[in-house]
C-alpha cells in the first residue's frame, strides 16, 4: 500500500504548493514511485508549479464521471505522475466524506510508494480529515507571526480532532467529545483534556497520553532570508511540546530564492530546472529526513 505524505500549513501562501512539488520531484529523480496530488479541494492551483496552465484531468473527473483512478493520472514532462485539482471551486469544496473516502482507498492501493496531497490553507474539516489519514505529515511555515500562529492553530484542530476520533465509541466520553468538537478551544491545552479524561478512566487516560505522544509531525521552514530566522524551529518545537505534547521532527528549510516564482512564471518547474541550486539541495535534505525521521 502508498503511504501518504501530506503537507498543511494553516496559513495560506507559505510555500504548500512548492513544498508538495518539489518534493515529487526530488522523491521521484530519488527511484521513488511518487503520485502528486492537488488536494486543495477548494484553490487548486499545484499544475502551476508543473508547467500548465490550466489543470489537466483530475479529481473531479473521477468523482462526477465515475471515471477510472487511471485515467485521471497525468505524466508530467518532469517525469512525476500527477492527479490535478478542479477548476471548479464550488463544487470541489463541498466534497462528500463518501467521495473523500472512495478516492484515499483508491490512491492507497494505487501502485506508489509515496502519495503527496497538496492540501489547501485554513482548517476544513477535509483538510483536517486528510492530514490525520496521512503516515508522514508535514507542516509548511515562514517565520511571520501569523504563520507561526496558524500552524499552530491547524496542529492543535486536527490533534484535538484525532483524539475525538479515539474516543468517540464510548459514550462515556460523550461530554469531553462534544468540548473537544467545539472550535473555539474549550481546552487550552492537551493536559485539560488529560485531566478530564482521568476523572472519567484513568486507564483510558494512560491510553490517550500514548497516543498522542505517538502523534508525530515533520516541520519545514520555507522562505528563509536569515539565519536567524532558523530560531523559530526551536521556539515552535517548545509551543508544541508544551500545550500539544505532539512529537516534532524539524525536516529542514528552504531559503527564499528568487527563481521560485519567476520559474512558475515561465511555466517551468522549478527543481527539475535548477537541478545544482542551493534550494534544490536543501529539498533533496528535506526528502532524506522525510524518510529517515518520520
Ligand atoms: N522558497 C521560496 N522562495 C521564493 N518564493 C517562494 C518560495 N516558496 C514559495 N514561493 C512563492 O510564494 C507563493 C506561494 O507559494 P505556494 O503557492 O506554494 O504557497 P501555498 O502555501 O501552496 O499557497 P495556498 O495556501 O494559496 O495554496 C508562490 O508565488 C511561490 O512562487
Ligand atoms: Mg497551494
Redesign the pocket.
Known amino acids: 500500500m502508498a503511504e501518504i505524505i501530506a503537507i498543511a500549513?494553516g496559513?495560506?501562501?507559505?510555500?504548500?504548493?512548492?513544498?508538495?512539488?518539489s518534493l515529487a520531484q526530488s522523491l521521484t529523480a530519488g527511484g521513488h514511485k511518487t503520485l502528486l496530488v492537488d488536494a486543495?479541494l477548494g484553490?487548486a492551483?499545484?499544475h502551476?508549479?508543473l508547467g500548465y496552465k490550466v489543470p489537466p484531468m483530475g479529481i473531479y473527473n473521477f468523482l462526477r464521471e465515475k471515471t477510472n483512478i487511471n485515467d485521471i493520472i497525468t505524466q508530467t514532462p518532469v517525469g512525476v505522475d500527477f492527479i490535478a485539482g478542479s477548476g471548479d471551486i464550488l463544487g470541489m469544496a463541498h466534497i462528500t466524506k463518501v467521495e473523500r473516502s472512495r478516492f484515499i482507498d483508491k490512491l492507497k492501493n494505487a501502485d506508489y510508494e509515496f502519495i503527496i496531497l497538496?492540501?489547501?490553507?485554513g482548517t476544513s474539516f477535509n483538510m483536517i480529515d486528510l492530514f490525520n489519514l496521512a503516515e508522514k505529515k508535514i507542516i509548511?511555515m515562514n517565520s511571520e507571526p501569523t504563520a507561526i500562529e496558524n500552524a499552530y492553530g491547524f496542529l492543535k484542530i486536527a490533534l484535538y480532532r484525532h483524539i475525538e476520533r479515539y474516543l468517540s465509541s464510548e459514550v462515556q466520553f460523550d461530554e469531553i467529545n462534544r468540548k473537544l468538537r467545539n472550535k473555539s478551544a474549550t481546552y487550552q491545552n492537551i493536559n485539560s483534556i488529560s485531566e478530564d479524561i482521568a476523572t472519567v478512566d484513568q486507564n483510558a487516560a494512560e491510553e490517550i497520553s500514548k497516543f498522542i505522544e505517538s502523534y508525530k509531525v515533520g516541520i519545514v521552514l520555507?522562505?528563509?532570508r536569515f539565519k536567524k530566522e532558523l530560531n523559530v524551529f526551536y521556539g515552535f518545537e517548545s509551543i508544541i511540546k508544551k500545550y500539544l505534547r505532539i512529537s516534532v521532527e524539524k525536516l529542514g528549510f528552504?531559503?527564499?530564492?528568487?527563481?521560485?516564482?519567476e520559474?512558475?512564471r515561465l511555466m517551468l518547474p522549478?527543481y527539475s530546472s535548477n537541478r545544482d541550486s542551493g534550494?534544490a539541495a536543501c529539498i533533496d535534505d528535506i526528502h532524506q529526513l522525510l524518510l529517515e525521521k518520520l
Request: charged share 15%; aromatic share 10%.
Open positions: 500549513s496559513k495560506g501562501g507559505v510555500g504548500k504548493s512548492f513544498l508538495s512539488s486543495d484553490g492551483n499545484l502551476n508549479f497538496d492540501l489547501g490553507a509548511a520555507n522562505m528563509v528552504i531559503p527564499y530564492d528568487e527563481s521560485v516564482g520559474s512558475v522549478f534550494t
